[in-house]
């Protein structure tokens, strides 16, 4: 069993609506994580960072992490079709910067 | 511009040939990693390297070797290529922060 849980597997939401992404970790110890987006043929990119309980916004985006549910989310308002792609979030661990990733979610922003 | 450099994009390989793939990074940063993608699976993390000839396993070693001999070149090695070897390789490096940098990917199909 993954020890990052993502869910939907895959998401269809219209253009201008708002897209949520859900994540569950099993480690009680993680401290960091992060959320990545990779577009088709291309490696993943960064999106955003958060290690603080609570809400942590960067332009359209918005994380919130809960670690006592171990739960982290991810929120894009006002989703555009180049927001379409495989999105994954991940758990920073142990030392040397190690990311445990989830399956991903595939997310589709329709016009 | 900081990149993260893999080559090649595209591989096709029989069944117990060796296999080399190349990763290069121009951002000196101490920290690289090769992980394979899956459908379904994420990305799932197969060595770190934490600076030249300092190499540690990841979650699924086996049947992997890896080499870095100098701290931009992290080179991926299979020796006798299986068929589940198939898949999408991806090398990344990270900064201190733990924001990784991917490069593009290697697609390997092995017949």
């Known amino acids: 069993q993954q020890k990052v849980q993502q869910s939907p597997e895959s998401l269809i939401v219209p253009e201008g609506g708002m897209a949520s992404l859900n994540c569950t970790f099993s480690?009680?110890?993680?401290?960091y994580f992060w959320w990545y987006r990779q577009h088709s043929g291309e490696g993943p990119k960064a999106l955003m960072?958060?290690?603080?309980?609570g809400d942590k916004k960067e332009g359209r985006f918005t994380a919130h992490l809960n670690k006592a549910s171990l739960h982290v989310s991810l929120h894009i308002k006002d989703s555009q079709p180049s927001d379409s792609a495989l999105y994954f979030c991940?758990?920073?661990?142990?030392?040397?910067?190690?990311?445990?990733f989830g399956a991903g979610t595939r997310l589709a922003v329709c016009p | 511009d900081m990149k993260v450099t893999q080559m090649p994009r595209y591989l096709i390989k029989r069944m117990g040939e060796n296999v080399l793939l190349e990763c290069g990074q121009d951002?000196?940063?101490?920290?690289m990693y090769w992980y394979r993608q899956d459908p379904g699976l994420g990305l799932q993390l197969i060595y770190i390297?934490?600076?030249?000839?300092?190499?540690s396993e990841g979650d699924i070693p086996k049947g992997y070797r890896v080499s870095r001999k100098k701290r931009e070149h992290f080179s991926l090695i299979l020796d006798s290529a299986k068929t589940n070897q198939t898949s999408v390789y991806f090398c990344?490096?990270?900064?201190?922060?733990?924001?990784?940098?991917f490069g593009s990917g290697t697609r390997l199909l092995v017949i």
């Open positions: 480690d009680r110890n993680s401290q």
């Open positions: 960072s958060i290690f603080s309980n």
């Open positions: 951002m000196s940063h101490e920290t």
């Open positions: 390297s934490y600076d030249v000839d300092s190499n």
């Open positions: 990344a490096s990270s900064s201190a922060n733990s924001d990784y940098t």
């Open positions: 991940a758990e920073l661990s142990g030392s040397f910067n190690k990311l445990t």
